[in-house]
């Protein structure tokens, strides 16, 4: 069995002045003197004694070896060409079974894969010196990382911009504002990728302008759930206006009372629209679309009341008085819902049932819609 010990230079310092690969321990060897000379304190001299260690061990296990030592060039691309090349050199002069390689860098080892697809790698032997391996494993990762663009753009410019912000702020504030900006910032810039924000964001001019070419009807109803949602903000803000200087509490109370029936239309706009889209483009909806617009009303009913309910405890809201009502024979003299768990409860009630129904609704179709297909399918059979 022979085996082929190979030391890898992708730089290719190592046989300057000489044409790679150097073949056979003598040459190995020489290699070795020429290069501690040279430069006593290269870590490639560890790398050219290793493989002659590991082609002496496999020698006085019985094996057959022959070492050697590839070498590239500056360019990238020629580098691993010319690794490539000094490997099928050395299969076809030597036929070996198999190969040992000996790096003394991780730049190396990435070279290693173009061995494998040539020849089968028994082991991977990476020779670093002692004293120097948190330093050199340190200085190749930051390397790399400076390599990567994306990475660059992603970190640096961000660090980079809140370290000039700081002191500005230091300066034209004060050290607590300018400490609490920058880690609201840097909190919200991990909030913006760790959610996957700014990939939205970038597709989103495409899912638009797919929508306008294939005439979506949700692209309209998205619209017009944005224009109820300011509406509702609006409102909700009118609301807090009016109350003056009361408890956080009370304020978000009342601006969810005023401005819930508006977001609750634009949250039933938008699902219909959705629902609509399904419709068309697969002549039938699952039943979570189905479910969508109940849902929203369903959450508007019961935020609806809670946000009355606080708002009667804290005596903003007198107790409801149903109005009195006179249809024909039938007349309703009117009602107070008094105590003001009475309204809260009509609420939830009024969800529930919007909710279940929704459930039902969506299950009654969604049935018909299952049984159609599957009278479809043994139709197509027969």
């Known amino acids: 069995m022979t085996t082929l010990v190979v030391c890898i230079d992708r730089a290719g310092d190592l046989v300057a002045g000489t044409d790679p690969p150097m073949v056979g321990r003598e040459a190995v060897e020489s290699l070795v003197v020429d290069v501690g000379v040279e430069d006593p304190e290269d870590s490639q001299v560890n790398c050219l004694l290793e493989a002659l260690r590991v082609s002496r061990d496999l020698s006085e296990a019985g094996d057959e070896t022959v070492v050697a030592v590839l070498a590239g060039t500056d360019d990238t691309i ?74 660059r753009k992603t970190v640096l410019v961000p660090i980079g911009v809140a370290l000039i912000a700081y002191p500005v702020l230091w300066w034209a504030v004060s050290p607590g504002v ?63 206006s009016e109350l003056g200087s009361e408890s956080p509490l009370i304020l978000a109370s009342r601006f969810a009372f005023d401005a819930i029936p508006w977001l609750t239309g634009a949250a039933l706009a938008a699902s219909t629209g959705r629902l609509l889209d399904e419709l068309i483009r697969r002549e039938g909806v699952r039943s979570a679309y189905l479910n969508l617009p109940f849902g929203a009303v369903a959450v508007g ?73 599957f009278a479809h399918g043994r139709e197509g059979g027969d």
Do not use: M, N
Request: hydrophobic letters at 50%; charged letters at 20%; glycine letters at 10%.
């Open 78 to 151: 020629g580098a691993d060409r010319a690794i490539a090349r000094q490997v099928e050199e050395l299969i076809d002069g030597h036929d070996p079974d198999s190969a040992v390689v000996v790096v003394d860098s991780a730049e190396d080892e990435r070279l290693v894969p173009i061995v494998e697809s040539r020849l089968t790698v028994d082991a991977v032997d990476r020779v670093v010196v002692r004293q120097a391996r948190d330093i050199e494993s340190t200085y190749y990762l930051l390397k790399q990382f400076l390599a990567d663009e994306e990475l």
């Open 178 to 240: 300018a400490t609490g900006a920058i880690v609201a910032v840097v909190g919200l810039f991990f909030l913006y990728k760790g959610l996957g924000i700014d990939t939205y964001l970038a597709s989103l001019p495409g899912q638009v302008q797919e929508a306008l070419y294939s005439g979506q009807v949700a692209l309209v109803t998205y619209v017009v759930a944005a224009g109820l949602s300011l509406v509702g903000v609006f409102a909700g803000a009118i609301g807090v």
């Open 301 to 373: 009913l019961v935020v609806r009341g809670f946000s009355a309910y606080f708002l009667e405890l804290a005596d903003v809201f007198r107790p409801y008085r149903i109005r009195p009502i006179d249809v024909g024979p039938v007349a309703f003299e009117g009602a107070t819902l008094e105590p003001p768990g009475t309204r809260l409860a009509l609420f939830i009630l009024a969800g529930v049932f919007v909710s279940l129904a929704g459930v039902r609704f969506a299950a009654y179709f969604s049935g018909t819609t299952v049984e159609q297909e």
